[in-house]
């Protein structure tokens, strides 16, 4: 059975620095596309970064470009979001993503990151 | 990287069917049959109710359906049920490997 698990979540300051982590279970997440989705309370859904199986590629949400990295430990069987220079908009519950035929097809139960002073 | 487009809310009673729209432009939901749709009740994570336009995950009951015409998607909830109540939202593949989302669209079921 497929299982995704985030952790890491928590209040930080503007400018602040944090890292989810999201453990898998039931399939191998070097040989998957991987993302990232967060939703902002009572908000909708919103793409925010992606790693692709050959090569290692990364892909960036506007919104989060040159401040995110995804990025997977294929010995842990972990996917990581590093988060740097956050804002109060970056205030959201972040889910990891397992992709399949080009859609999110398992989800995490997610995390919360809470961005205030 | 625009969101795509959907009604923010939509109702029908039991019995009933309804149809969400999802509207894109050439560069992601008319340019690829990658759109996907997903169920979330309030507090749990997102689940895939409908992936490459029209296929639909095994345990997805056939009440569900999608489709595709142009820079839309729709998906058709036929039979609704008062489980069906919930938020849904449409995603699709777009140039160079983004992703994007609808806004998403509040079903309600009367």
């Known amino acids: 059975e497929v299982q995704l698990l985030e952790s890491g979540g928590g209040l930080v300051q503007p400018g602040g620095s944090l890292r989810l982590s999201c453990a898998a279970s039931g399939f191998t997440v070097s040989t998957y596309v991987m993302s990232w989705v967060r939703q902002a309370p009572g908000k909708g859904l919103e793409w925010v970064s992606v790693?692709?199986?050959?090569?290692?590629?990364?892909y960036y949400a506007d919104s989060v470009k040159g401040r995110f990295t995804i990025s997977r430990d294929n010995s842990k069987n972990t996917l990581y979001l590093h988060m740097s220079s956050l804002r109060a908009e970056d205030t959201a519950v972040y889910y990891c993503?397992?992709?399949?035929?080009?859609?999110?097809?398992?989800w995490g139960q997610g995390t919360l990151v809470s961005v205030s002073s | 990287q625009s969101a795509l487009t959907q009604p923010p809310s939509a109702s029908g009673s039991p019995g009933q069917s309804v149809t969400i729209s999802c509207t894109g432009t050439?560069?992601?939901?008319?340019?690829?049959?990658?759109v996907s749709w997903y169920q979330q009740h309030p507090g749990k994570a997102p689940k895939l109710m409908i992936y490459?336009?029209?296929k639909r995950p095994s345990g997805v009951p056939d009440r569900f359906s999608g489709s595709k015409s142009g820079n839309t998607a729709s998906l058709t909830v036929s039979g609704l049920q008062a489980e069906d109540e919930a938020d849904y939202y449409c995603s699709s593949y777009a140039a160079n490997n983004n992703r994007l989302f609808g806004g998403g669209t509040k079903l309600t079921v009367l």
């Open positions: 993503a397992k992709l399949s035929n080009y859609a999110f097809d398992s």
């Open positions: 490459e336009v029209s």
């Open positions: 790693i692709i199986v050959s090569g290692g590629s990364t």
């Open positions: 050439s560069s992601d939901v008319g340019g690829y049959n990658y």
